[in-house]
């Protein structure tokens, strides 16, 4: 097969691989079960989910993919792509405020610290409910210090029916997200343990559900590579799946997949890949040679039909990838196979290394040689009429055994050919076997009988009804009616019922089967229904039962005065709000109805006792609002947790929590009763990040509001206002307190104070680069002299001064509670100091021989020369001793002559005292 079409089946099979790291074990639950996760059962809105063990229709293992009746079907209960063998729901479609929860931790590997889970959310959305009150669906991921992974919002993700779920789809109250997946990169966490925690929670008030589906899996975190091979000019890169979106900085691409020219070993590739969250993580691969596989696939076999066989494969180990084919078609992608054939087939595997490439010994063969001798098949399954003989034959085979069995356990022969009389529907099973292999095959017989249709039915009638229709069963060959008419040969008759008390109907069923049945004509009386109820007049918002006397076998139809009610029960539950007529009209099961099957039953309203008041209201922490009445007429009663607290029309209450207040109106011998439900706005946020975070002095640090839901916000540093946005950077250099105060967007006032512990940096300076004598030492001191300062010299010297006798460079790394400052210095050794001979004579003619006074001088720390002529007069003057005079003055050549020199001067290093020379110096041209 040519390379270029491996690679594409590779391509393409590569899609359907799923690795799973056995650290993260179960975590798909391919087990079918919970093993290694922790379930728990609880109540909603802010109770306790604490109560282990799974609860049955509670966390429910998935089995198969089927659509979600509460989605009208739009949504199927396993994911549709990447997911395993099974899936959970967690919650169900019940009420009842139940809440569930699901745990599972695990050691984060190299190998599995790319954690990917799946979900699909079923919420109710109920008016009239606040947030907290209403379902719920959340996914924490907790470190081993039980905080949420850093960042803050990669390890969590929580939706609230309602404002959250106004873009997700929509089937009468239900909203329901499709399938999603998400990516997390848990490499910061290599080396400790993780836990993975889902959570779904019914409504509040007990009316309303919220449930889950979910799926998960670990895996490696790397970029998969297609067709890094041996002379190929491009290879394809496969980022991780479960993310979002996808960023290639080298190309710009911001697809899954790219395809690249073929790089170099060793040249390495980036993708950065960004999660549902928004989290991002970048993934390094380098391109590295691997070798060519070499496919090996076992011995030849030979086995009897029918028996499964194991083929194995190897080449590339068990990262490679593996193409079984069989008659040229592709039958596996999996390194081992089982097959059950039923006759010789030679099978190749093809196989891949990593990069996905083939080498000419890519390829390998195993012949399974099948004794099929034995192979034989049985007739289809068949239908039989009730006590009819029939035969069910086997081919005729020299030298075999025959054993017949069958579902109701029936005794047999051992022959190639058995008939039978089954009187209820079997399995007829038959093994052919001899010394050496067997084979088996069945066939299913069902039984049609007289008891297939009823031997009698009755037909109903009204009494004005002149004309009636009677049905056979359908499907079958032919009917006869006995009407006293020989045409009546159709599955459907029409006679006048009162011509008949019974007719009867020979036929030939669909199975060929001959039966007969008998149709009873039996006229029905006209209901005559009569309402009744305890009480015709009821206060406003009560109820009244109205139930139906003196008929029975009937259905019936509800209306009212006015209109509104609509109903078919056999008794009406009422509660009208003004006076109104009930009317039900009875009609039995044949549809046997008139005048008299008419009544009607009147409920008066008395609605003294009725008010209206606002049902919500809402307050900031620590106020209060009034609650009123509007118009009152009656005596009242509060209720606030059970406790009568007021008996005015109007109240003034500051709770400091959500809170019902329950109001009761008394006229007459009437009550009515509402609630106001007072919200109470807590600002509730958090300074970003948590704790009390340490810095070092001359840093900075950014603090954050979370969540980001107010109206404005100001920052203070003491009394001084220093931002106005939900960020700011500060840079304390001592410790500091920083004050939030937030007005949320129930305009409700809030705040919150950080404090930020400035640890100092130390402070040092090794002064300037020096310069020493030879066998001598200079002493390197911090001049620090706390004792908390950890010191860390270039000589590995541990302490605040150190003695250097060698030249290099010196540095130091001070450090106090973490926080570090350096500094260094570099220190050269001198050579000797020494004054040469000074020159007698310069020729200074321009040939650049012997121009200059020119003194063989090293380390000096002083130094003088003047030069004078014969009059005294100063021509040369410097305190350089690299500056050499040339035999000019002013820039003009002098005369020719003797000129006199002085030198005053001093060493660095040896005898320190001042010096002098002089003496004279001729110059010539």
């Known amino acids: 097969m040519p390379n270029y079409i491996l690679k594409f089946i590779f391509l393409i099979l590569f899609f359907h691989t799923n ?62 792509n990447g997911g395993g063998a099974y899936s959970v729901r967690l919650g169900n479609d019940g009420t009842g405020s139940e809440a569930e929860k699901l745990q599972k931790s695990f050691l984060v590997t190299p190998d599995n610290r790319l954690f990917i889970y799946q979900y699909a959310v079923v919420l109710q959305d109920p008016e009239g409910h606040t947030p907290q009150e209403k379902p ?9 210090n039980n905080n949420i992974v850093n960042p803050y ?7 609230t029916a309602g404002v959250e779920t106004d873009n997700w789809q929509q089937i009468g109250e239900n909203r329901f997200k499709d399938w999603a997946t998400v990516g997390l990169d848990l490499t910061a966490y290599i080396g400790t343990t993780v836990t993975v925690e889902f959570t779904t929670q019914d409504c509040g008030l007990g009316g309303h559900f919220g449930y889950a589906y979910i799926d998960a899996s670990c895996g490696f975190l790397d970029i998969k590579i297609i067709g890094y091979c041996e002379g190929t000019s491009e290879v394809t890169l496969f980022a991780p799946e479960g993310f979002s979106s996808y960023l290639w900085p080298e190309t710009g691409e911001t697809t899954q997949s790219i395809v690249i020219p073929t790089p170099q070993i060793g040249d390495s590739i980036i993708v950065t890949v960004t999660n549902e969250a928004g989290c991002q993580t970048n993934i390094l691969h380098v391109f590295n040679e691997l070798p060519l ?3 090996d696939a076992g011995n030849d076999t030979s086995v009897c039909v029918g028996t499964m066989v194991n083929l194995w494969a190897d080449g590339a180990g068990n990262q490679g990838q593996y193409t079984w084919y069989a008659d040229g078609l592709v039958i596996a992608n999996t390194q081992n196979i089982q097959i059950t054939p039923l006759e010789t087939k030679v099978y190749t595997v093809y196989v891949a290394n990593q990069n996905g490439c083939y080498s000419s010994d890519s390829s390998a063969t195993v012949t399974v040689t099948v004794n099929n001798d034995l192979l034989f098949s049985l007739p289809n399954d068949t239908t039989v009429c009730g006590f009819n003989n029939i035969t069910i034959e086997a081919p005729s085979i020299a030298n075999v055994n025959y054993t017949w069995t069958s579902s109701n356990n029936e005794s047999f022969q051992d022959t190639s050919t058995i008939t039978i009389s089954p009187t209820y529907t079997s399995t007829y099973y038959l093994t052919i076997s001899n010394s050496s292999c067997s084979y088996d095959d069945s066939v299913k017989v069902t039984i049609v009988d007289s008891e ?9 009638y009204c009494p004005s009804n002149n004309n009636t229709d009677l049905f056979g069963p359908f499907n079958c060959q032919s009917y006869q009616w006995e009407t006293g008419n020989i045409g009546d040969t159709l599955f459907i008759v029409n006679i006048n019922p009162n011509n008949y008390d019974s007719i009867q109907l020979n036929f030939i069923n669909q199975f060929g089967c001959m039966d007969s049945t008998t149709y009873y004509l039996i006229s029905l009386e006209i209901p005559s229904p009569i309402l009744e109820t305890a009480s015709d007049t009821i206060c406003m918002l009560e109820s009244a039962q109205i139930d139906i006397s003196n008929i029975e076998n009937c259905y019936y139809i509800w209306s009212s005065i006015p209109s509104g009610v609509s109903s078919n029960n056999t008794y009406l539950n009422v509660n009208p709000t003004t006076t109104t007529t009930y009317i039900v009209q009875a009609i039995n099961y044949n549809g046997c109805s008139d005048s008299t099957s008419v009544d009607s039953l ?22 209060d609002t009034v609650l009123s009445v509007i118009n009152p007429t009656g005596f009242f009663t509060w209720l606030y947790q059970g406790n009568v607290i007021s008996n005015q029309s109007s109240i003034t209450v500051s709770p400091i929590v959500d809170s019902y207040y329950y109001i009761t109106q008394t006229v007459g011998n009437c009550d009515f009763s509402n609630s106001v439900f007072v919200t109470v706005n807590n600002s509730d946020f958090n300074i970003l990040p948590f704790g009390t975070p340490i810095i070092c002095s001359g840093d900075s640090i950014n603090l954050s ?15 001084s206002l220093i931002g106005l946005n939900s960020n700011i950077t500060v840079n304390p250099t001592l410790t500091t307190s920083y004050n939030a105060i937030v007005l949320d967007q129930n305009n409700c006032i809030d705040s919150s104070e950080i404090l930020i512990q400035v640890n100092p940096t130390p402070a040092f300076d090794l002064g300037n680069n020096l310069e020493i004598c030879e066998n001598t030492a200079v002493v390197l001191d911090s001049k620090l002299k706390d004792p908390n300062i950890i010191f860390n010299w270039s000589t590995s010297e541990t302490t605040p001064s150190i003695t250097a006798v060698n030249s290099g460079n010196y540095w130091l790394m001070a450090s106090n509670n973490n926080c570090t400052s350096t500094d260094s210095v570099y220190i050269t050794i001198l050579g000797p100091s020494f004054m040469g001979e000074v020159p007698n004579v310069i020729s200074a003619d321009g040939d650049n021989i012997n121009d200059k006074l020119e003194i063989d001088l090293f380390n000096l720390a002083t130094f003088s ?3 004078l002529n014969r009059w005294g007069e100063k021509v040369f003057e410097s305190i350089d001793p690299t500056e050499f005079w040339d035999g000019t003055k002013d820039g003009k050549k002098v005369p020719e002559g003797v000129y006199f020199y002085k030198i005053i001067y001093t060493l660095n290093c040896g005898d320190l005292t001042e010096k002098a020379r002089d003496g004279n110096i001729t110059v010539f041209k």
């Open 293 to 295: 596989p070499i496919a």
């Open 602 to 623: 009147t409920i008066y309203v008395d609605s003294s006792a009725y008010f209206n008041i606002d049902t919500t209201a809402s307050i900031c922490f620590n106020s």
């Open 136 to 144: 719920k669906f959340e996914v924490k991921i907790y470190d081993q």
């Open 865 to 867: 020369m003047t030069i």
């Open 705 to 719: 509001i979370t969540p980001q839901n107010y109206n404005s916000i100001q920052w203070y540093e003491t009394n």
């Open 19 to 80: 690795i799973f790291a056995q650290d993260c074990e179960n975590a798909d639950f391919s087990y079918g079960n919970f093993t290694y996760w922790n379930a728990f059962t609880g109540f909603c809105c802010g109770s306790s989910i604490t109560t282990p063990g799974v609860v049955s229709g509670r966390h429910t293992i998935i089995t198969q993919s089927v659509p979600d009746p509460q989605t009208n079907n739009m949504i199927m209960t396993m994911p549709p």
């Open 153 to 159: 919002e990669c390890g969590y993700y929580q939706v």
């Open 452 to 460: 297939f249709y009823p031997d009698s039915l009755s037909s109903y």
